[in-house]
């Protein structure tokens, strides 16, 4: 039996690549977007009461991963890729149905738009529902997962000052904390667990529409060394 659903809206997001964006929300907070709603929930009866809600969870469609054959087993880049769990065990991004949840902070809303922060999705990303944490039933006080005990750990990230400048005048142009959000971002170490990096090697991700560039100088140490509009 099959069934069939219909995105209710698309999320247009700072992160226009899967590279680089936090494997999970809430990691960078200063990573923002727009729920744009489409018809009939744009009108704002959609959406009334929603203001009294600090924080959402976003059911979507991980449009850029979808496959015909469902996999059994993956391997989360958390285990550092190289260990097979089943998928149910996994927030990984190719799954059945490839569905996608996460909880974002809602600043504002709009008839037909809802302002967040706090978010882990693809510029496009469509969205299946809405729905507004409830703190008394989402929070578990003591829930506990071994294979993803805490938060991913931060590396240093350090800047060249022409790239800070650069960065800071981008995000005054932007009106984003662009930033907080390289910062943010590349503090999670968006480079594949498994590639040594050489302080030669540059790396490089867009972020709205500038081009974020970046290297390793030293192990566990980023230095963004440009942050341009192509
Ligand atoms: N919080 C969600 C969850 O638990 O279902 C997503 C977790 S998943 C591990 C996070 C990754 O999904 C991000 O690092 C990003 O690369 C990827 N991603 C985000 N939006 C996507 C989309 N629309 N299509 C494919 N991959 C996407």
Redesign the pocket.
């Known amino acids: 039996m099959s069934y069939q659903v219909s995105p209710i809206g698309y999320v247009r997001s700072c992160?226009k690549e899967?590279f680089a964006?936090?494997?999970?929300?809430q990691l960078a907070p200063a990573a923002r977007g727009v729920l744009e709603l489409c018809a009939p929930f744009d009108g704002g009866d959609a959406v009334q009461g929603l203001e009294q809600v600090s924080h959402v969870w976003l059911l979507?469609?991980?449009?850029?991963?979808l496959e015909d054959t469902p996999r059994l087993k993956v391997r989360p880049p958390r285990l550092g890729g190289n260990r097979a769990v089943g998928v149910f065990a996994t927030?990984?991004?190719h799954r059945p149905n490839g569905i996608?949840?996460?909880v974002v902070r809602l600043d504002r809303v709009d008839k037909g738009r809802l302002w967040l922060s706090g978010i882990?999705?693809?510029d496009?990303?469509p969205v299946l529902d809405v729905k507004p944490y409830v703190p008394y039933a989402d929070s578990v006080a003591d829930a506990h997962n071994h294979m993803a005990a805490d938060a991913p750990i931060r590396i240093e990230v350090r800047w060249q000052d022409s790239a800070l400048t650069q960065a800071r005048e981008h995000g005054m142009r932007l009106n984003e904390p662009l930033v907080e959000l390289i910062e943010q971002c590349l503090a999670q170490d968006p480079r594949p667990a498994y590639q040594q990096p050489q302080p030669e090697r540059r790396y490089g991700v867009r972020l709205w529409d500038v081009d974020v560039h970046w290297h390793y100088p030293q192990p566990g140490c980023i230095r963004v060394l440009a942050v341009t509009v192509p």
């Open positions: 992160f899967k964006i936090p494997r999970q929300p979507f469609l991980f449009h850029q991963a927030r990984a991004t996608g949840q996460s882990d999705l693809l496009g990303t």
